[in-house]
Every structure is written in structure tokens, then in C-alpha cells.
């Protein structure tokens, strides 16, 4: 049965939402380079909407309304082979950097400086990774320095904006300020990667529920006191400045990053009722409302943007930060911080007007680390990408093209050192082809997946297929030799953890 049986909406009815008026602008001549716009949702996970990105529809797929998603595969490429890391702020170094996180080393969430957020783990002595993040000034210690996206971007010629959540660098650092990292605007970015409340009348602060104030979402005061949900209120700023971008003449690179749907789970009035009336719980009533605020948010920003005259020179590309870490992933296996599938592959969709064919799907593993070099690229903008990340990225504009050059059976590493999951700990995973294997540090063990005929996880065939096992186990080991990746040691000795295939 096909999505539309059961959902039947349209991008031209989500562009008559309540946001038209108040983003309306002047027609204006295209720029000769793409505008872009990079949406991107915190913790989506590959199912949690009404398209599918699988072969088939899932339970997912029937609970959410994401019309506007919808639209934009249909009038440009999907992804269903898709990945980010397993946490954000992995993540969006990553996509700031082109960097694997085994090479930029920030291996898990960032907040406080020198501090590092990962659980201890009872055998295992866990590597200082670079917990303060990414950093536009050199010499600030636990950090990676090197020249980011937006910067490249902002010396082309762009007018880059910032919106919502960065989470690149910890507090009191460069890198937790957008402004610092090649971007000439931003609203609502900081160093923390959850909000306090979604609520307006909540000031978007956990205050309210004495929480704490580090979680208050800055530069959003109009809206306080307000029965305005955080997803709308980054929304209508974001028509704001594009407005102020259109004032510049420059292209501009929008970088719509919204905390949606982090934790808390809130209600927002507008679409909770609905869900409640089709069955679903309070609770999820509550998620798939966020869902479809967050979409609404998508269909607003087209709408702006068309509006602007620039619909056909803009490109715009989807994607969540990792995977879903609410309800179920089915048929993924696990959520969030786990190195299986519902903890790394994401919802991918990308529109590039006059190149992108409507309804393409792309197969081949991609990943956010790619983001980096492909938006370069979609920019005309040159770069000696090896300089900076090695062979990490590689750039998605030959299948966006349908054209040849991007690598047949391309490797996909992650690398997590910390201990954000107890009963996984520590791990390394590659992909290529059919095949995937994870790595424990904690007892040397190793999980070998056939993801063509085992999506879900479910066989271990690291004994049935032994020639497999020592040849994955030798492409990570060799990528964690290259990156000089941190690799966790035993704490009652001292002395290192084996690299994968050390063992067999």
C-alpha cells in the first residue's frame, strides 16, 4: 500500500499555514550560486514520519503526518542507506568538518568545559576525547581546529544564518558561539544541545520545572510568556533573516537546526488533539505533534523561499543528527547512542533544482561527514578536502547527478569510545556493502550483520562467516591505525584494548 493511501496532502496546502504572511518577501533576481538550505532535525529517527525510507511502510509511517517531507522526495532525491553518528554532537563536528569523529576525536556530547559527559565504565579507562568541541581558534585544549563549512561558504561570497541548535563547542569556549564559526547570523545557538522547554510561556527554560539554566534557549525574549512553540518561534526568525539576506544580494546558506524532537517531549497545542483523537497515547500524542510542527516548519521555509523568487535556485537537503530515541525504530534495532541501525541510520532527502530527478532514490551509504564536501561542491567552492579529513567525506553530487564517481562499495566507519549506553560500551563499527561489523571493547567481541537480508540486527554471523569476520575486522583495524583514533585501555593494567582483528 502506497503512503498516500492513507496520507493525502500536498505542498501547496502545508504552503497555507499561519506562516505565510508573516514571511512573505520581494521577488528578486537568482544569484549565481545555489542559495542552500540545510535542515536539520535532532534526533529523527529513520522512521519517524509518514514517508518511508525503507523498501516498505512501517507502523511509524501511519502514526505521523510530515506532508511537506513528503513533497520533497517526490520532487527530489531519497536516501534509504542514510547515517550520522549514534550522538549530535559527533555529528554536527562532523558535518561542520568533513572529519570522522576517529580524526576530530569529539566522540560524544558536549556541554561544560573540561568536562567529559560520558559514563564511567566499570573495566574500561575511557580516552580523553576532545570534550570541549570544535574550536575557530587554535590552541584551546580538547578541541579540533580547522576551517568549518560555514566559513568556506561566508568567503565565497555567502550569507550564511545559523538558527536553532549548534552544540559545536562547550561553554567558555570559541566554538560554542555560530558567530565565530563563519556564520553571520545566529538565533538561538549555543553551547547546549537540549532546550529547557518548548514552551513560550515556559520561556523555553527548565527554570519553571527547577531545572537548570543552562538549558535556556537565547535570543527568543519576544517570545516569552507567549503560547508560541520553540519550533515556530525558530521559524519565524528564520523568515527574518532570510528577508535580511535578501537585503545582502549574496546567496545564502541557511542552516535551519532544530532541537526538534530532543527531550523534553512537549505538547504543542496545534497538532496534539489530533493525535489523541486518532488513538495514540498522551505521550505520543505529544511526539508526533513535535513531528508535525517540525514539518510545518519545512513547508514554511519553501514557502518563504518562494515567495523570495528563489525557489529554483535554491537547494535544499534534509537530515537528522542520529538516530530515533523515542518509542521504536522497528525494523531497526535499538535507538539513540547504540551502534546498531536505529541508533545511526537517519531520513535523507535532498532537492537540487535542475539536477535532482523527482522521486529518486538513492541506495548507496552515505553519510553526514559527506554534508561537508557536497555542499562545497553545490557551491562551486574549491577546497583541498584530503588536507582536512582524509578520505572521511566524499561528496554525493554524482548520485544527486546519477552520474558515475561516487566509490562502489565505499566503507562507512564509526568510531565511539565513550560509554553513553551501558550495556554496549565502548564499540567501532564499518559498513561496506551488504556487510556491517561492530567491535567491543569491553570483551573483544565482534557482530557481523548481513544488513541485505538482516535489517534488524537479529544473527550474529561472525562464526558462520569467519573469511568476512577477518576482512571487515581488518579494513576498521587499518582505519583506526590512519585516523590515530583514542582506543579505550584496561583499567586494572593500563594497557590498551586490542584493535579489531588483534584477536582472531
Not at 247 to 252: A, I, L, S, V
Not at 301 to 314: F, L, P, S, Y
Not at 354 to 364: L, S
Not at 383 to 404: C, E, F, H, I, M
Request: charged share 20%.
Amino acid at each position: 500500500m502506497n503512503r498516500r493511501d492513507f496520507l493525502k496532502h500536498s505542498f501547496a496546502a502545508a504552503a497555507g499555514g499561519s506562516l505565510l504572511s508573516g514571511c512573505a518577501g520581494a521577488q528578486s533576481k537568482a544569484s549565481k550560486r545555489p542559495n542552500i538550505v540545510l535542515f536539520l532535525v535532532d534526533d529523527m529517527g529513520w522512521q519517524d514520519c509518514s514517508e518511508p525510507f525503507h523498501t516498505e511502510l512501517t507502523r511509524n509511517n501511519g502514526l505521523y503526518e510530515t506532508p511537506n517531507l513528503e513533497a520533497l522526495v517526490d520532487e527530489g532525491m531519497k536516501f534509504t542507506d542514510a547515517y550520522a553518528h549514534c550522538v549530535c554532537s559527533p555529528s554536527r563536528v562532523s558535518l561542520m568538518t568533513g572529519m570522522n569523529p576517529a580524526r576530530h576525536r569529539v566522540t560524544c556530547w558536549t556541554l561544560y568545559k573540561d568536562r567529559w559527559n560520558a559514563s564511567k565504565h566499570p573495566t574500561l579507562e575511557i580516552p580523553k576525547w576532545n570534550c570541549n568541541g570544535l574550536s575557530p581558534e587554535a590552541g584551546v585544549d580538547y578541541t579540533v581546529h580547522t576551517k568549518v563549512l560555514p566559513q568556506y561558504l561566508q568567503e565565497a561570497g555567502y550569507h550564511t544564518i545559523h538558527i536553532g541548535k549548534a552544540h559545536f563547542g562547550a561553554i567558555g569556549t570559541p566554538g560554542e558561539d555560530p558567530l565565530n564559526c563563519g556564520f553571520d547570523a545566529n538565533v538561538a545557538g549555543h553551547a547546549a544541545g537540549g532546550p529547557g522547554s518548548y514552551n513560550g510561556t515556559h520561556d523555553y527554560s527548565a527554570v519553571w520545572r527547577k531545572g537548570s539554566a543552562v538549558w535556556d534557549v537565547p535570543g527568543l525574549e519576544q517570545y516569552h510568556g507567549r503560547d508560541v512553540f520553540l519550533t515556530e518561534a525558530l521559524t519565524l526568525e528564520a523568515c527574518k533573516e532570510l528577508d535580511k539576506a535578501q537585503q545582502t544580494g549574496k546567496p545564502f546558506y541557511l542552516y535551519m537546526s532544530h532541537y526538534t524532537i530532543h527531550a523534553p517531549i512537549e505538547k504543542d497545542n496545534r497538532y496534539y488533539k489530533k493525535y489523541r483523537d486518532k488513538g495514540l497515547n498522551d505521550k505520543l500524542a505529544q511526539f508526533a505533534a513535535m513531528i508535525e510542527g517540525m514539518d510545518k516548519s519545512l513547508g514554511d521555509i519553501r514557502a518563504k523561499v518562494k515567495a523570495m523568487g528563489q525557489e529554483e535556485n535554491t537547494i535544499y537537503l534534509f537530515i537528522s543528527d542520529n538516530g530515533g530515541w523515542y518509542g521504536t525504530n522497528a525494523p531497526l534495532r535499538k535507538i539513540k547512542a547504540y551502534p546498531y541501525e536505529g541508533g545511526t541510520r537517519v531520513p535523507l532527502a535532498v532537492k537540487w533544482p535542475g539536477v535532482t530527478q523527482a522521486g529518486a532514490v538513492a541506495t548507496e551509504p552515505v553519510i553526514i561527514d559527506d554534508l561537508f564536501p557536497t555542499i562545497l561542491e553545490m557551491a562551486s567552492v574549491k577546497y583541498d578536502g584530503r588536507n582536512q579529513s582524509g578520505d572521511d567525506s566524499v561528496s554525493w553530487v554524482p548520485l544527486l547527478k546519477q552520474t558515475a564517481g561516487y566509490p562502489k562499495e565505499r566503507a562507512l566507519f564509526w568510531h565511539f569510545p565513550s560509554n553513553q549506553r551501558g550495556d554496549v560500551g565502548p564499540n567501532s563499527t564499518v559498513r561496506k556493502g551488504v556487510w556491517k561489523l561492530i567491535y567491543f571493547y569491553q570483551d573483544q567481541h565482534y557482530e557481523l550483520y548481513n544488513l541485505e537480508t538482516d535489517i534488524g540486527e537479529s544473527t550474529n554471523l561472525a562464526k558462520q562467516k569467519p573469511d568476512v569476520l577477518k576482512r571487515m575486522a581488518k579494513l576498521l583495524r587499518d582505519y583506526l591505525v590512519e585516523t590515530n583514533a583514542q582506543i579505550p585501555a584496561f583499567k586494572s593494567t593500563g594497557k590498551q584494548v586490542s584493535l579489531p582483528g588483534e584477536n582472531l
